[in-house]
């Protein structure tokens, strides 16, 4: 739904402005979660062929040079390549997957399914929040003094002292000095 509100047909980011409270951060946590969405494909209705990375970390579309505006013209979804058996996809575009180090055989599907939208991080596949933060946020190593600078049983006053002191950012006579304050 909201993938639809702020893309084309042809799956580019809108390049107008849509005056929308949360647009700026839906653009932001698009690039960042896109890897870890996936799919388990099921008859393909759902999922477009070129533009979903439903066969590999990144979509298709991703690893093949074309001008925009014969994307344009890609609009095929997966169900177009999935028949009763199973797969049915042309020669040239499976050669074209095995060019890419993928073997579209060895990608399950059953035609008799929906198609269903996975976050990869998540072992049963929903999508938490702070699932998506866990996964996305940078880790900074802890320092060995942290875990003794916030303990419950010591002053707040102290503790921010010590937190402050050991940041570098107490504001001493050096420190004063070097900013030139």
């Keep these: 739904m909201i993938y639809a509100k702020f893309h084309t047909n042809s799956g580019e980011r809108i390049k107008y402005h849509k005056s929308s409270p ?13 890897p870890f969405i996936g799919w388990i494909i099921g008859n393909g209705k759902k999922i477009y062929f070129w533009r979903d990375s439903w066969a590999a970390c990144t979509s298709l579309r991703e690893h093949i040079d074309l001008p925009n505006h014969l994307w344009k013209l890609c609009t095929a ?11 049915n996809v042309p020669s040239d575009i499976s050669l074209a997957f095995l060019a890419m ?10 035609p008799n399914d929906e198609d269903i ?10 999508f938490l929040v702070k699932n998506a933060f866990e ?5 900074l190593d802890t320092t060995w003094w942290w875990k003794f600078t916030w303990l419950k049983c010591l002053n707040p006053g102290l503790t921010g002292f010590a937190w402050k002191l050991m940041n570098q950012i107490l504001p001493t006579d050096e420190l004063i000095q070097r900013k030139d304050i």
């Design 22 to 34: 949360v647009r700026s951060g839906i653009k932001f946590a698009e690039t960042i979660n896109k």
């Design 101 to 110: 180090g993928i073997d579209i055989t060895s990608i399950p599907c059953n």
């Design 77 to 87: 979804k997966v169900s177009d390549y999935i028949n009763f058996d199973g797969w």
């Design 117 to 126: 939208q996975i976050w990869k991080p998540d072992i049963h596949g929903k």
């Design 135 to 139: 996964s996305t946020r940078n880790r």
